[in-house]
């Protein structure tokens, strides 16, 4: 269990994955010739989880393609068209080490994780532009590069994600907060529900917006997913490991671990200086 004063610090935009429509129906891919464990393990270490790993990542840039950099509206188009990555769910801002969010907005209500098939990308831009332009939600910055992505379910409490060929620890998940993405910045306000402890609901689907006026989504489980760029493999963090994404500060309240009798990213935390 991750101790309850670790600090985090990111925004609630993993998989923040509001709809406001009916779901896309969107056939998982086949998991057939895996061998890793999957659905209610509770700890997943060493070589086991290694190559797990790798195989999300193998899985995932086989469909990308080219795809794993963007370089103008007709890229975004394409990975729309590709594989239901169409809801950039803060629109444009970049956030301090997590970069820029692009959900399956289906995804959400599937029951199971699977290999290779994340309900979000995450991208970094390597466009030379003032750290301003990175926040702004309605500036584009070409180019993006993959840097890593999401799997996630609904939270439900005590009942840990599955899958039939993802190999990670009961322990990795951590619960994204329901609440608000706020009109116009395009940020996330919580707005947990009422309960006796932390955790202890599972909230709602769409809860009635009280702090903030924006879009709204429910708990849910998550873990990011991140790429090396030497070609290691992927590494499980709620920030990347793999050097610093220029963004906005995250809004505390975001996220919490089972177990914890606060929020993860609250007040104690510090940011280096851009």
Same mark, same amino acid.
């Given at each position: ?10 925004? $609630? ?11 896309? $129906? ?7 010739? #895996? ?49 239901? @990555? ?38 970094? #831009? ?7 332009? +990175? ?40 619960? *994204? ?8 910045? @395009? ?8 309960? $006796?402890?932390?955790?202890?609901? #599972? ?13 709204? +989504? ?5 873990? +990011?997913? @991140? ?26 309240? #975001? ?12 007040? *104690? ?6």
């Amino acid at each position: 269990m991750i101790g309850a004063r670790r600090r985090i610090g990111v925004l $609630a935009l993993s998989s923040a994955l509001f709809m406001t429509g009916a779901a896309v $129906a969107s056939a998982a891919p086949d998991a057939s010739g #895996s061998s890793q464990p999957g659905g209610g393990i509770g700890y997943c270490e060493g070589a086991e989880r290694e190559s797990s790993l790798r195989q999300d990542q193998a899985r995932l840039l086989a469909r990308l393609g080219g795809l794993t950099t963007l370089r103008d509206a007709g890229d975004l188009a394409a990975l729309a068209a590709l594989g239901h @990555w169409s809801l950039p769910t803060h629109l444009h801002v970049n956030f301090k080490n997590l970069g820029v969010a692009i959900a399956r907005p289906e995804a959400i209500l599937e029951k199971q994780v699977y290999s290779g098939n994340p309900g979000m990308l995450l991208y970094r #831009s390597l466009a030379e532009t003032p750290l301003g332009e +990175h926040i702004d939600p309605y500036t584009l910055n070409f180019p993006y590069v993959l840097a890593g992505w999401a799997h996630g379910v609904m939270y439900t409490p005590g009942e840990y994600p599955t899958s039939p060929d993802l190999c990670i620890s009961q322990s990795d998940w951590f619960v *994204h907060e329901q609440g608000v993405h706020t009109l116009p910045e @395009w940020g996330f306000a919580a707005e947990p529900p009422a309960e $006796a402890f932390l955790g202890q609901s #599972s909230g709602e689907l769409f809860p009635l917006p009280t702090r903030s006026f924006g879009p709204t +989504h429910g708990r849910f489980w998550d873990i +990011h997913v @991140w790429r090396d760029p030497e070609d290691g493999p992927p590494v499980i963090a709620v920030e990347t490991p793999f050097g610093h994404i220029h963004g906005a500060l995250p809004p505390v309240d #975001s996220f919490f671990y089972p177990g914890a009798d606060h929020y993860e990213n609250g007040d *104690h935390l510090s940011h280096d200086e851009d």
